[in-house]
């Protein structure tokens, strides 16, 4: 049986003045005067987000907020995950491990865990609670950094062994968006029974073959169009990860502009208005967690890591994820989906929702519509 420590987040005052300092020390005449987001990062908004980091932002409040939560760590293949283990109400909660990607972190699930454990707590039904484990990814957050690059597949290895040797759960729904859906998925495919059943809010596998039928091939066709624009942060992620790295280790507004401009362009907000889906604490929060631990760059190797396992295709040979599987389709999803046909053919497709709004970060955008997909499907599993 593994060692589980508890877990409290105490950033040093040290650590705190030097991200101010590289904040303010921050070159913004060398800045070309491009607006827009077009190009990337808004300059006008991140000197905005700026000078309210230096003035009006408080991380010890938000410090205080993530360990409201019990957190531990545990050695999983000689390394230490970090997780937040929120046990649920009620005599039998269901286990559930929900799991981010990138660029975000376990935050993004401050405003779903407690409803998830609790859920009689906001009007819901003590039946429905679950014991909640999200986990930060390997490389990421309070996590340890791996030693070389490690890929979804891997990291869906070492959390069944968190799930099932560690915390000893004989079975578990799992869920997840960005690289959560990927290695939710391989927690599917690789990890039944134990994993009794997945909940995707993104499509990130392939089946090996090409589309199929017209529905298909233009969907296919419009998602190639729609990613021309937003490839050039993962195939340098995927290829030369150690090159940025050098750029932001000493930058704090570079990592912040590098985020910011994800949760700008893959979020459901009103026009280029990012904070119509995104305050400025809860996107500072976030960055922070990449700056207070120095993960930017182990973050950014998961990408490699996807690339030496072989790529987006789930199964060579044509096998698929054979565990019912919830599919929350949001609208503004970065990674649009595929026809349901497509989908049936990486998936055993049991609930298949598609949301009236929302984006990429579904539990930051629309946590009320997202935990309510989530029961739904767990009272089919019950």
Known sequence: MSTIKPFHLDVPDETLTAIRDGVRRFPWSAMAD?????????????????????????????EARINAFEHFTAPVDGADIHFIHE???????????ISHGWPGSVVEFLDVIEPLAHPERFGGRAEDAFDVVAPSLPGFGFSAKPERPMGPRAMAGGF???????LGYGGYLAQGGDWG???????????APACRAIHVNIMTMRPPGPPEGADEEAWAARF????????????QQATKPQSLSYAMADSP???????????????????????????KDALLTNIMVYLVTRTFDTASWIYFGRREEGGRVLSPEGRRVE?????????????????????????????????????HFAAMEEPDLLLGDIRAFARTLR
């Open 34 to 62: 491009l607006e827009g987001w077009e190009h990337g990062a808004n300059l006008g908004y991140m000197r905005e987000l700026c000078a309210y980091w230096l003035d009006g932002f408080d991380w010890r409040a938000q």
């Open 87 to 97: 046990k649920g109400s009620g005599p039998d909660p269901m286990p559930l491990i």
């Open 160 to 166: 069944n062994t968190l799930m099932t040797d560690v």
């Open 181 to 191: 859906g990927a290695i939710s998925s391989w927690l599917g495919f690789d990890h």
């Open 224 to 235: 190639e169009i729609e990613q021309v624009m937003e490839e050039g942060y993962r195939t």
């Open 253 to 279: 507004v570079g990592v912040a502009a590098w985020i910011v401009e994800k949760f700008q362009s893959w979020s459901d907000t009103d026009g280029d208005d990012i904070e119509s889906a995104h305050t």
């Open 323 to 359: 565990v019912p599987t919830a599919c929350a389709l949001f609208p503004e999803e970065l990674l649009s989906w595929p026809p349901r046909s497509y989908v049936e053919r990486v998936y055993n497709v049991a609930q298949w929702t598609e949301m009236p709004r929302g984006g």
